[in-house]
């Protein structure tokens, strides 16, 4: 009996609770060992799980932060402005100015009004007028005379006068069809037309909603040319029109 007892006594407790064992084992399952930073002990446990180790992070790049343009005073404000307009080939407008000078819009307008009042005090044979939405240095009409010898001294006239004619009833009748300006002239004007679109002088702007005719109307360029801002800027028929033109209209009925 006492031999019995002492062989179970021997064998231990049962294997259900039988403790963990020491040593390495050990480490794997719990606590990292002595030396080992937890974070590789972490590591190795998702690895172990499948579980994709976070890709860093990218830098964010510092935004750069352009320095603001040099502020112009008015003197210098106005001679570029003026600089620019003697290169100019046609009306600028003063947005456009501005993004050149890199200055703000709301400045460019009062020094160009103050520059145009400064060429009009002064006398001076040319002057800063606004036309086609721009701005741009026009010769006075009181000298258009000496321009005009000067110009064409030895050339021609590059539009014939059925050329003007036509080009004046369309700026005043604007928008109106060839037929209509065949009426008016009392002769046909495709080919004058066909010559004053090609010069870029007037353009189609539609159909006629009964007969569905090509519309014409003046072109930025007309403006330019002339030295006007809009069309509201022509002068007025009447005192270039007959006394008897009600009698010729009658007649023509």
């Known amino acids: 009996m006492s031999s019995a007892s002492g062989e179970s006594a021997e064998a231990g407790p049962d294997r259900g609770t039988e403790a963990p064992p020491e040593g390495p084992e050990r480490t794997k399952i719990g606590a990292p060992a002595d030396g080992a930073p937890a974070d590789a002990a972490l590591a190795g446990e998702g690895e172990a799980a499948g579980v994709p180790e976070r890709a860093p992070r990218p830098r964010r790049r510092a935004t750069v932060v352009p320095e603001p343009a ?4 008015d003197a210098e404000l106005r001679g570029a402005l003026e600089a620019i307009l003697l290169v100019v080939d046609e009306p600028v407008s003063e947005l456009v100015l501005a993004q050149v000078l890199e200055q703000p819009a709301e400045r460019i307008c009062p020094v160009l009004d103050e520059i145009a009042a400064g060429y009009t005090a002064a006398g ?5 007028r606004r036309a086609a939405g721009g701005w741009r240095l026009y010769t006075r009409p009181e000298y258009a005379t000496y321009v005009e010898r000067f110009v064409l001294d030895g050339q021609s006239v590059r539009l014939t006068q059925a050329a003007l004619e036509t080009l004046a009833v369309v ?3 604007q928008p109106v ?3 209509r300006i065949s009426a008016i002239r009392g002769v046909n004007c495709d080919g004058v037309i066909r ?3 090609s010069r ?8 006629e909603s009964d ?3 090509f519309l014409y109307r003046t072109t930025t360029m007309f403006l330019e040319k002339l030295g006007l801002n809009s069309v509201d800027d022509l002068p007025p028929l009447a005192p270039f029109l007959p006394d008897d033109v009600e009698e010729l209209a009658d007649a023509t009925r």
């Open 177 to 179: 069809t060839r037929s």
């Open 211 to 213: 007969s569905g005719a």
């Open 124 to 128: 001076h044979g040319f002057e800063l």
């Open 171 to 173: 700026a005043y009748k």
């Open 70 to 73: 040099p502020k112009l005073d």
């Open 200 to 207: 870029g002088l007037i353009e189609e702007c539609g159909t």
């Open 195 to 197: 010559t004053l679109v």
